[in-house]
C-alpha cells in the first residue's frame, strides 16, 4: 500500500539535536522508525529565544492568578520572549500545514499535558502538574484540527497506533482534498468505512450523510464539514468491543463459503481476541487471509487492514493491542 506522507512539527531536541537544557537530546525509537515515512519540521521554542544548550533551565510559576516562564535559578522573566518566538513560528507552521505534532513531555515550553507549574523559583513543590507549555498551548489553539502527541506517551501501544492511523489519514485526505470532487470523497470514504466503523459508528454515519449531500451543499461546504467530523471520530479511540463488531461484519463476507471447522475455529478466535488472550492483528491475519482467498475487492481495498506502513509496528508489540 503506498501512504502519503504525514507532515508532522517536532521538537527538536526528539532524536534531532542535543539542545535540551542539559546539553543533551532524547533518543527515541518510535521517532527513528517515522523518520523515513514522514516529513518533519524541526523547532526547539528555547533555542529559538537565543538561549544556548546547555542553559540554565526554564519554569513555569504562578503568581496572583498570572503565570510566567522564567529561568528556574536566576529568575530571569522569558515570557515575553517566548512568545514573541511562538507567534513567528506559528506562521511558519500554518504554511507548512501539519497533520500533527509531536512534542517533547512535561516541558514548559513544549509539554502538551503533565507540565509542573510552581509558585516561585527555588526549591519549592509544584503546585500543579496537569498544564501546557507555552509553546505547545498556544498551537493545541492555533491547530484544533492537528494531532498533538508527545514521545512519551507514543510509547504505549494503543495511543501510538492511534495517533500514526490519526496522521496517515488525514495525510492521505489532504490528497483527496486536493481533488476537491465527490468522486474522490466517496472513494476516500468507502476505502475507509471498516477503520472509522472500528473508531465510532455514529461517526461513520455522519461522515456518510456528508458525501450523500442531501443538503445540497457546495464541494468547498462538503469538504468542510466531512474534515471537520473526520477529526472528530479519528479523537475517538476504537475499542476492543467496536473491533469486534468490524471482525464480525468482515467475517459476514465470507461465512457462506467457509467449512464449519474453518467458521468455529474463526469464531474461538474472536472469543480470545475479546477476553484479551489473543491480539487484535492475530484475527485480523485470518480475516485478511480469506480477502485474499476470495479476492473480495471491496475488502482488499480497506485500510482497517493497513492503516499505516507496516514497518512502523514494532514486533515487542505482538502480544499488545489486546
Ligand atoms: S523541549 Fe522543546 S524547548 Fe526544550 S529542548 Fe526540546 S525542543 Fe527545545
Not at 527513528?32 to 510559576?61: A, H, N, W, Y
Not at 492555533?142 to 498533538?148: C, E, I, Q
Not at 473491533?243 to 467458521?263: A, C, P
Amino acid at each position: 500500500m503506498n501512504f502519503e506522507r504525514p507532515k508532522i512539527v517536532i521538537s527538536k531536541c526528539i532524536g534531532f539535536e542535543n539542545c535540551r537544557f542539559d546539553g543533551s537530546m532524547i533518543h527515541n525509537h518510535e521517532v527513528e522508525q517515522l523518520k523515513p515515512f514522514v516529513d518533519f519540521m524541526l523547532i526547539c521554542p528555547e533555542m529559538e529565544m537565543g538561549l544556548t544548550s546547555p542553559r540554565e533551565s526554564l519554569r513555569i510559576i504562578e503568581t496572583d492568578g498570572v503565570r510566567r516562564l522564567v529561568l528556574t535559578k536566576s529568575g530571569v522573566d522569558m515570557t515575553e520572549d517566548m512568545k514573541q518566538v511562538t507567534k513567528e513560528a506559528y506562521l511558519t507552521i500554518r504554511a507548512f500545514q501539519p497533520e500533527g505534532f509531536l512534542l517533547k513531555s512535561r516541558s514548559p515550553s513544549c509539554g502538551i499535558k503533565e507540565v509542573r507549574v510552581y509558585e516561585s523559583i527555588g526549591k519549592v513543590p509544584c503546585i500543579s502538574k496537569k498544564e501546557k507549555g507555552i509553546f505547545s498551548g498556544f498551537m493545541m489553539e492555533h491547530f484544533p484540527d492537528a494531532v498533538f502527541e508527545d514521545e512519551g506517551r507514543i510509547s504505549n501501544f494503543n495511543i501510538r497506533e492511534n495517533f500514526y492511523t490519526m496522521i496517515f489519514t488525514k495525510a492521505d485526505f489532504r490528497m483527496v482534498k486536493t481533488e476537491n470532487t465527490i468522486k474522490a470523497l466517496t472513494q476516500f470514504h468507502e476505502k475507509n468505512k471498516y477503520l472509522f466503523m472500528a473508531h465510532s459508528q455514529n461517526q461513520l454515519k455522519v461522515l456518510g450523510r456528508i458525501v450523500a449531500n442531501h443538503k445540497n451543499l457546495t464541494m468547498d461546504e462538503i469538504y468542510e464539514a466531512y474534515e471537520e467530523n473526520l477529526h472528530k471520530l479519528l479523537l475517538k479511540m476504537p475499542t476492543c468491543g467496536q473491533y469486534v463488531n468490524v471482525m464480525l461484519h468482515i467475517f459476514g463476507y465470507f461465512s457462506k463459503m467457509l467449512s464449519e471447522k474453518e467458521k468455529a475455529y474463526f469464531i474461538d478466535s474472536l472469543e480470545d481476541y475479546h477476553n484479551k488472550h489473543i491480539p487484535q492483528s492475530t484475527v485480523m491475519a485470518i480475516l485478511w487471509a480469506w480477502v485474499i482467498r476470495f479476492n473480495e475487492e471491496y475488502l482488499i481495498q480497506q485500510t482497517v487492514f493497513e492503516p499505516f506502513p507496516k514497518a512502523l509496528i514494532q514486533v515487542t508489540d505482538s502480544g499488545k493491542g489486546l
